[in-house]
């Protein structure tokens, strides 16, 4: 090790602490030899210490996997069943140095399945180096992972053009696959591409000029990741300083506390505190190793101010100048995570900086095809799918373009019951832009939309029909008894000489909802749908009877929303599923375990349980007319007038 032969500790340490540090990304198809390739980097470039290569040698005959060699792989593939399988699984992170600079490698699954590990990782990177197996060319997921690359505003490539020595060091082999990767990295914007021909294995172009590449003028993959000048514009952005946590260890100090996402802030400047606009001036700023006159990006600081604002947890300090957007509505990429697709109109936790707030998916714009990089319209987002979409936040949110400033243009979604992370998200500067420059969302200025005004009132129509208008929506698995329920409880109001209308999911997928299928999405909007037919039912004065699955929360509290409270009962049919599928004789629940029917609640798609239902009943022991006596009682005095 270098330490060795250093006279003068301290002066080794300052030396090691004035190097730039650079991280970078490997990504590329399962089997492109990525661990195999970081393994030999780390192991040529010396930094596995004696004992760790002396224990990969015992794994490396364990294995088996490249005969009497060491299998360097085994080196990042840590994980029993990464081992056992031969492939990355989860991100592995190696830390290396060589004279000339500080490394940070992000290794990254190259599954299609785990792309969203892939994503994390290289959310941080100020490099990649996509692999390409030589035997095998240009593959979707080189394509992928050079778009999502690009997608994360990484604009420096290096093309590894790994296994050269199974195809016998062809220079056309390689200069085939070069120009295949030219070509779409030109639509990509990919223009710093370095590509190297090379044998992970074999240990060629790694460190030094392989002999067996005379052909090849460029550098070695080190002496590329060595001399690669990378821009960092981190301390020339403007500042943004998101707001930890307020300091105040007694009543003679008060601090803000965070670490600053870019630019520079010094002792007396002028700041404004967003979302509130007030200003201050910084009076000091304080570490654990003293007082500072001047701190930049990544300095992590308290921050004492000359008056006496307002400031917490999520707000953002800035300068006067290049503010960032301070909206509840924005524009973004999504890199959807999760199986569950997005569901348009559910609510989401949004986390930014050290902001988190609730926000819905309005619209999705469009879906990019990453085979082609065409654009195609699109109403969700399913697992490893990318999109542009529109965000509503439910609260004010300060953010710059992702282009500008990956700090404060980044975010993620997260479930906002599993708690999983669901998407990552970088907001778009859609200034310009062609596909969101439309009209679709504006108001008209002449001719302002608004609901007609009847001129009859609701004490009108309580006295002339004798009820209260109310929606009953009965909830519950299929053949569960909704309809059967709906139907008896429409006789009995019918007897007690009330007006009431049933509608129910079967009735509106024949006419309204043809159009619809059954995915989580258009679920929603079949609701939807019913909802605003059974509030203009209850503006009329009539009672409506709603049958339908409804197996989200979120869609029944948007239905009694959209219909108000005042006028929602809620019915839930809690028949165990077993029951249910005894009375099936449709078919459905056994075409959905053959997965003939996608998303089908209680089978495929998870079914939310109420619990703030009104009244719950459970069929298996009860007739339809029993529950619609039991349900009539409970309503009546919500129903007389």
């Known amino acids: 090790m270098n330490i060795i032969n250093e006279t003068n500790i301290d002066t080794y340490l300052a030396r090691h602490n004035a190097k730039d540090l650079l991280r970078f990304i490997t990504c590329g198809n399962v089997d492109d030899g990525k661990s195999t390739l970081i393994g030999r980097l780390l192991l040529e470039a010396g930094a596995i210490y004696d004992d760790q290569i002396a224990a990969l040698q015992c794994d490396s005959e364990k294995h088996g996997t490249v005969g009497k060699r060491i299998d360097t792989a085994l080196l990042l593939d840590g994980l029993e069943d990464e081992r056992q399988q031969g492939i990355t699984i989860d991100v592995a992170y190696r830390y290396f140095t060589t004279p000339q600079r500080k490394f940070i ?44 690359v690009s997608l994360l505003g990484i604009r420096h490539i290096i093309l590894a053009v790994n296994k050269m020595d199974l195809v ?93 996402a870019s630019g520079r802030l010094c002792v007396g400047d002028q700041v404004t505190v967003l979302p509130s606009r007030k200003t201050a001036r910084v009076s000091s700023i304080v570490t654990m190793d003293g007082q500072l006159d001047e701190a930049v990006a990544a300095d992590s600081i308290t921050v004492t101010l000359d008056c006496e604002i307002d400031v917490t947890r999520g707000d953002m300090l800035v300068g006067a100048e290049m503010q960032p957007t301070v909206s509840r509505r924005g524009e973004a990429n999504l890199v959807w995570m999760t199986e569950q697709p997005l569901v348009p109109g559910k609510s989401y936790w949004f986390k930014q900086t050290t902001r988190r707030t609730s926000c819905e998916i309005s619209a999705v714009r469009y879906r990019t095809d990453v085979n082609t ?13 990318i999109g542009r979409c529109e965000i509503k936040l439910h609260d004010p949110v300060m953010f710059d373009p992702y282009s500008a400033n990956l700090g404060t243009g980044s975010f993620i979604l ?18 310009g832009d062609p596909s969101t420059s439309g009209h679709w969302d504006d108001e008209s200025v002449l001719l302002a939309p608004r609901p007609a005004c009847s001129h009859i009132s609701n004490s009108a129509r309580c006295s002339r029909y004798g009820q209260k208008p109310l929606t009953i929506l009965i909830t519950g698995l299929s053949s569960s008894g909704k309809t059967s329920v709906a139907m008896a409880l429409e006789v009995r109001l019918f007897r007690e000489r009330l007006t009431c209308i049933v509608v129910d999911g079967q009735s509106l ?10 995915t989580a999405e258009e679920r929603s909007e079949n609701l939807r749908r019913a909802a605003e037919i059974a509030k203009l039912i209850n503006d009329a004065g009539q009672i409506c009877i ?46 959905a375990d053959r997965g003939e029917i996608s998303s089908f609640p209680g089978v495929t798609f998870n079914y939310e349980t109420p619990t703030d239902a009104d009244l719950v009943f459970d069929t298996e022991n009860m007739t339809a007319e029993q529950v619609a006596e039991e349900i009539l009682a409970r309503i009546k005095t919500r129903i007389t007038c």
């Open 373 to 385: 990089f065409q654009r195609s319209s699109a109403s969700s987002l399913s697992l490893n799918e």
């Open 509 to 518: 997928r024949l006419g309204i909802s043809r159009d619809l299928g059954f």
């Open 105 to 148: 490698i992000a290794d990254t699954p190259g599954h299609e399945q785990f792309t969203r590990n892939m994503a994390t990782g290289a959310s941080t990177a100020d490099l990649a180096i996509i692999l390409v197996d030589a035997t095998k060319g240009i593959s979707t997921q080189t394509r992928r992972h050079a778009f999502i």
């Open 168 to 260: 016998g060091y062809d220079q056309d082999v390689f200069t085939k696959i070069k120009e295949e990767f030219d070509r779409f990295a030109q639509v990509l914007s990919l223009d710093q591409v370095c590509a190297i021909p090379l044998s992970a294995l074999e240990g060629d172009n790694i460190i030094q000029a392989s002999p067996r590449t005379q052909w090849y003028s460029g550098p070695a993959l080190l002496e590329q990741l060595d001399s690669v000048q990378v821009d960092s514009n981190r301390h020339s952005n403007a500042l943004r300083f998101p707001i930890q946590w307020v300091n105040r260890p007694d009543s003679s100090f008060r601090g803000f506390s965070g670490t600053i």
């Open 546 to 591: 709603a049958a339908f699955v409804a197996p989200s929360v979120w869609v029944r509290n948007k239905a009694r929303e959209l219909i108000g409270a005042e006028r929602f009962f809620h019915v839930f049919l809690s028949t165990a599923p077993e029951v249910c599928r005894s009375r099936d004789h449709t078919g459905q629940y056994k075409a």
């Open 414 to 431: 997260v479930d906002r019951i599993s708690h999983e992370t669901v998407a990552a998200g970088m907001f778009c500067d859609a200034s």
